[in-house]
């Protein structure tokens, strides 16, 4: 099991220059992307960046939500509601009010299975894959204690207590391409 904290994450710009991004894991090989989890605050209105060859998983972690409008696609992003889409489509957050939302994004090579993403409480995951477990305040995971936007990788069964809840990414193995970090 690997535990990583705020302290080992990278605060980067966004693609488009418009905010920041907080890089918790980056997975790639050759200069391609297999895995990105990151976390961004949408403050306003306005284009997200585009990202050919990903496709994209965003969760709002606080703050109301918004929308995601881009052709042929339209999304709520309401609170703790995993929402998958492209990230080659332009699309345009609207609906935010200027009132900040937070998120925790997945990203992943389309060229790759896509992954499972869930929010959980309490309950037991069984193996199959990686597990990114990403705690949305204090929790623990197989009893140990771990705080808030910590960050858990396993391979093994995971039982989670969190009561504001844990973003659950699963991974299938690609192929020993990625699991996690070495």
């Known amino acids: 099991m690997t535990h990583l904290t705020p302290n080992d994450y990278k605060v980067q710009p966004w693609a ?3 905010g920041q991004t907080v890089e918790l894991l980056r997975l790639e090989q050759d200069g391609v992307l297999h895995l990105r989890l990151s976390m961004a605050t949408v403050g306003e209105d306005g284009p997200f960046s585009i990202f050919p060859g990903i496709d994209r998983n965003l969760t709002v972690i606080s703050g109301p939500g ?3 409008v881009g052709d042929g696609l339209a999304l709520t992003c309401a609170p703790l ?6 990230g ?3 699309v345009v957050a ?8 937070d998120d925790f994004n997945v990203m992943t090579g389309r060229h790759l299975p896509r992954p499972t993403v869930n ?3 309490d309950t037991t995951l069984p193996k199959g894959g990686t597990l990114y ?3 949305l305040g204090p929790a623990s995971v197989n009893g140990s204690p771990i705080a808030h936007h910590d960050l858990i990788i396993t391979d093994a069964p995971a039982r989670i207590i969190a009561a504001a ?3 659950v990414v699963r991974v299938i193995s690609y192929d020993g391409r990625i699991a996690h970090p070495t």
């Not at 509601?81 to 492209?86: N, R």
């Not at 609207?94 to 009132?99: I, P, V, Y």
């Open 133 to 135: 477990l990403f705690a």
């Open 119 to 121: 929010v959980e409480h």
């Open 165 to 167: 809840g844990m973003i």
């Open 81 to 86: 509601a995993p929402v998958a889409f492209p």
């Open 16 to 18: 488009n220059g418009r």
């Open 94 to 101: 609207t609906g935010t009010h200027n009132q900040p939302s």
């Open 66 to 68: 918004f929308n995601l």
């Open 88 to 90: 080659d489509i332009a």
